[in-house]
């Protein structure tokens, strides 16, 4: 892949349905010079991942109106879970260019209800990379639980939720996973249904993970089981216009057990998980 050079800006666009649309302005200033005839917008998937088969997407720009080149990515277009950097690919004179972000409209993805009798739920949000560029992170999930209202008690975190692909049946848990532990740490609470579509909600206590010893900081993973001896479903919010939520959304802590705090949280990559770390023993 030619070395990228020059940026091109693009705003993108969002609909109900998840088809993204990503426009450049022909009139930009001269710093950030317009795509070439014949140019296409190129998606690589991040990582050793980009340079196997299906980790690169090619999309052709076309005037969409006078001064402005349009490029889309149709819903129905497969693009693995991962994060994907956007580059202008120009055939003809061999050069890549990144993508910088403009104007983003994702209003149509906020609070998304996709049917429950989905078999699988995908979700795409284009976002600004650390460093300026422009990346889509896609999710692909099935079957999917997607969380909802997170509520602090003083003793446990209570949860709200949909399940798309599965339904909750007989003997169904959550279960909070400790990854990376010999032990094979695992604790299961009850899970019911909540609402005849598709709903869930369950209460996870604290009490019950912090009771090994906790020395430094663990990230208990939630696990959805909708049935006794089915597969476990992750606990994940990405139905709307969030890629990444571990630092905007924020819950208050809570004493789980003599010098041990609990707080609810989400990962980078919006998975629901309880932090347990060491604290004031008289917090």
Known sequence: MTPAIAAVRADCA?????????DFDLTVPASLPAPAPASVLLLRRRGAA???????????????RPGRLRAVLPASTGLSEGRWDAYV???????????????????????RSPDTGAASVSARVPYPTADGRLAVRCWV?????????????????????????VAVG???????????NPAGAAHSFPLAPDGPSGGFAFTLPYGPPA???VREAQLWQLWLVPAAGAAGVRISRILDDVWSRHKSF?????????GVLATPCYTADNDLCLRLEPGPADR
């Open 170 to 180: 007989e003997g169904a848990t959550v279960e909070a996973r400790l990854p990376g």
């Open 211 to 213: 009771e090994g010893p």
């Open 50 to 64: 980009g340079r196997k088969p299906g980790g690169t997407v090619r999309i052709p720009l076309g005037e969409s």
């Open 14 to 22: 969002a609909d109900p349905a998840g088809t993204l649309t990503f």
């Open 250 to 258: 924020v819950y208050p802590a809570r004493a789980a057990a003599p």
């Open 141 to 165: 999930r099935a079957p999917h639980a997607e969380a909802g209202a997170v509520v602090v008690g003083p003793d446990g975190m209570t949860v709200q939720g949909a399940l798309y692909g």
């Open 89 to 111: 690919e120009e055939p003809g004179a061999g050069t890549v260019r990144t993508v910088e972000p403009g104007l983003r409209d994702l209003r149509a993805l906020v609070d």
